[in-house]
């Protein structure tokens, strides 16, 4: 109705002409950005598309930002608005779906991902995969340890091929909302539909498919999916963090499916991928770091890139807080709770008992056994107290590690010792010491 009353204003219509060529058409359906107009005569088709057809579209991008295009059906052929907008689809080289929402982070392209080492290859597969999706690599997978870049690469592939392609269909699921789709359209008597989205696309990326482990009604469908998709020369990319039959219950013919393919694996990324990955995340955050700071954070963080990029805010933030720029001092100040916990997870009851033992010069046996004299309780009792201080583990847990013994005695030896610390200043000189050699 906007659109009708800003011909009436515009274009210098009498109310009689208004009318006639404008008030008389009556809009049927609107999908996709594509307006269905009814016209009721074969002359109105004719006018509207020679003269008021590119006036409409600006009219309707004024009223509403949006590229409305106008489809123009007469009276009588509107049997049924699906069909209609079918018809106008495939005259457009459109599909009969509507576009889906392909669920791509936009920001996971190839300009944005960092190639090294460890993930060259599958580099390689994704591009040549983008560039011809269904002809080469049928289907790729990937698999790897988490935050190495699957995720990324992936949807890379996917916004390469809409980039090239625009009404190509891609869509991007997760296993786990795969699996949800799948047992809501059971429950709900819809797997008609439930079909008709995932087998009509050009494109399938399904994600972190280790989730199909134990899930037989779900993989029986992926199957049938993944049947009907291939068939159809439509490109299949999936990832994992583990090979196809390391996977729990994953079917035989599954497996033996995903090996038509493409694996390549994405292994953790060396010092120099690291730094560059680094500068990359910097720059695109206009973060200005010395090239010594950025050798420096990478030799720190190494296990993958999301905890990279987990760093660098915490710098940022870091930076930010304190109005100061980045030095080696902020930095090492911002990393030094993430190098703690790795610290604290790499020591354990068992390497402070061996360390411990080793101090005083008696057995890892003696330690753990029962034996009640002091030369033997001493150390003992300082090994309980530093599991507690270095470990997570709780006081039975403790216990446990000490041969089995009650968590109230490892209390008594907690408070024990902290007593005596007070004190004490030589155990306090040995407790340093045996610290740092846990610590080595
Ligand atoms: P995965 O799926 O393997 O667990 P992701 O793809 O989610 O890992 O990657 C974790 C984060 O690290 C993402 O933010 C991603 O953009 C980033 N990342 C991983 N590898 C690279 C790379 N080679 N270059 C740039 N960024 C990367
Ligand atoms: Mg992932």
Known sequence: NKIKLKFKENANFDNNTYDTWINSVKPISYEGNVLTLELPTAL?????DRQLKSTFIEYAYAITQTDITPNLVLKGEVDDNN????RFNEANGKSEIPHIDPHLNPNYTFDTFVIGQGNQMAHAAALAVSEDPGKVYNPLFFYGGVGLGKTHLMQ??????????PN???KYVTTEKFTNDFIDSLQNNKMQEFRKVYRNVDLLLIDDIQFLANKEGTQDEFFNTFNALYEDNKQIVMTADRLPNEINSLTDRLVSRFKWGLSVDITAPDMETRAAILRAKAKSESLAIDDNIMSYIAS?????????????????????????????????EALRPLKLNKEKSAITPESIIKTTASYFRVTVKEIKGKKRVKAIVMPRQI?????????????????????????????HACDKISKQLATDSDLQNQIKDIKTEIKH
């Open 300 to 332: 720190q963080i190494d296990s993958n890139v999301r905890e990279l990029e987990g760093a660098l805010s915490r710098i940022k933030a870091f930076a930010d807080l304190k109005q100061e720029p980045i030095t080696m001092d902020l930095v090492s």
């Open 44 to 48: 109105h088709r004719d006018y509207w």
């Open 168 to 170: 190509a269909i891609v």
């Open 383 to 411: 090994a309980m107290y530093l599991s507690r201080e270095l470990t997570d583990n709780s006081l039975p847990k403790i216990g446990e590690a000490f041969g089995g013994k009650d968590h109230t005695t490892v209390i």
């Open 156 to 165: 890379a592939i996917g916004n390469k091929v809409l980039s090239s392609n």
């Open 83 to 86: 069909q209609n907008l079918k």
